[in-house]
């Protein structure tokens, strides 16, 4: 079903614009906070160059979405939550028309910009990342995080172990490590795995590493000291190769190291060469750039001088997250569009179109991306979207990522109850009425 890989990254730049000829006043303004500075940059470029790339070919190619043109306004955050909410405010109301979506890429960004972009009314997507309990859009209006959230992703990592050992009630005894980000990102999963720990009866270890994940000797003499059956690693950046080459070096088995997908790229398994063969990580999209819409954007950016990257890293795991990051959005404000009988759209508008997003097997075959990812359908209170995990591999002998299941359903009778739970203490917090759906 999903196919082969192959690359992207490229430059720095602070905090600049890019825009593209008009063809009337009004624009589709839509911000992308970038990193392509700091200990994160490896990760942050490639996602920002397929969101720059995808909105630059549509541009070039359509005149933008439905014929008005899109003005890319990128901000530098240096995946620092500080300066990442100084980038919201700096851009929000971008001349000529306010910003429409925003990606913050950043856990810590996006709890930051939860309250504030819910007061503006300006639709934030955290994509697979960010606070899980936004899943429930009766308590979270304005924030998005489809297609699955970290605690789905948890889940189906309890169920592939479970799978690969036999059976879930084989869990156990076993011992499973959680090496994570000491931040909230990293801890996001921690409670869905608690909560399997009772279920499954497996022990649960936690082992924390403080920013930026360059020191990791004493987490991996553990890991070799106490030898968990499994590792799972919720990483970011220069961890995700610190943790490979670290594991590699203690002879940890690969197959059985299974990363978050923000710990699944090729700058993540590179850097440790043959020790990271076998390396598995969660996935919701396929890898690799031989599907029409690289075509395209090879065609209308690459060929024309208008790109960001370098042509023989386009379809990396990253960079295709940025594209379908940008796919998504562009798809919402086409919703918004119609729904609202207007080309000039609102945030408010845009919102909208992201709750009546349907993005069916069809309509990506339409927009060159067939079996790239698996459909995608939010509703006003199910802002996950269908929640589902795959797995891939790394090959190290042929540099390349490789769909190695389907697409795994999450627990929801772990996950359902702390979503609840936790927007309920959300919205008991900040004095919300859920709305009804």
């Known amino acids: 079903m999903f196919r082969k890989t192959a690359g992207t990254v490229a430059a720095g730049a602070l905090a600049s614009v890019l825009a593209v000829s008009t063809v009337s006043a009004y624009e589709l303004v ?26 630059m070919m549509l541009n070039a190619r359509d005149g933008g979405i439905e014929g008005v043109q899109i003005k890319l306004t990128q901000c530098e955050t240096a995946y ?19 910003a429409l979506v925003f990606q913050p890429l950043s856990t810590g960004i996006t709890y930051q910009l939860i309250p504030k972009a819910s007061v503006d009314e300006i639709p934030v997507h955290s994509m697979g990342y960010g606070r899980t309990s936004a899943a429930n859009g009766k308590v979270f209006e304005w924030i998005f995080n489809f297609p699955a959230t970290y605690w789905d992703q948890a889940a189906v990592f309890m169920k592939y172990i479970g799978e690969r050992e036999g059976g879930m009630e084989n869990l156990k005894g076993k011992k499973i490590a959680l090496v994570y980000h000491n931040s909230a990102y990293g801890k996001e999963p921690i409670r869905t795995l608690e909560k399997g720990a009772e279920k499954f009866g497996f022990e649960l270890m936690l082992l924390a590493v403080d920013h930026p994940g360059q020191e990791q000797k004493a987490t991996w003499l553990q890991i070799r000291k106490e030898k968990p059956d499994w590792v799972m690693m919720w990483g970011w950046g220069v961890m995700n190769q610190v943790a490979i080459k670290e594991a590699a070096s203690i002879r940890y088995p690969m197959d059985h190291f299974l990363g978050v997908w923000w710990s699944g790229s090729e700058n993540d398994v590179l850097p440790a060469g043959d020790g990271a063969n076998g390396y598995l990580s969660g996935a919701f999209h396929a890898p690799g750039d031989n599907f029409p819409v690289h075509d395209d954007i090879k065609k209308h950016v690459y060929d024309t001088g208008k790109a960001l990257g370098e042509r023989d890293r386009i379809g990396e795991v990253l960079y295709n997250r940025g594209l379908i990051a940008a796919v998504y959005a562009a798809e919402a404000i086409r919703n918004a569009m119609k729904i609202h009988d207007t080309k000039e759209v609102t945030p408010a508008m845009v919102r909208d179109g992201m709750e009546a997003l349907d993005l069916t097997e069809a309509r990506l075959t339409e927009l060159g991306l067939p079996d790239f990812t698996i459909p995608v359908k939010v509703t006003c209170d199910n802002h996950a979207g269908p929640r589902k995990v795959a797995i891939q591999q790394w090959d190290a002998g042929e540099k390349k990522w490789t769909m190695v299941t389907d697409f795994y359903d999450t627990m929801n009778d772990i996950v359902d109850p702390l ?8 919205a008991a917090e900040n004095n919300i009425t859920p709305r009804d759906c």
């Open 80 to 98: 620092n939550t500080k300066q990442g909410v100084e980038c919201y405010e700096k851009v929000k109301n971008t001349e000529p028309s306010r």
């Open 30 to 55: 839509m911000p992308s906070l970038d990193y392509r500075t700091g200990p994160y940059a490896p990760n942050g470029i490639p996602f920002a160059n397929g969101y720059h790339d995808y909105l």
């Open 419 to 426: 979503i609840e739970e936790d927007s309920g203490a959300y």
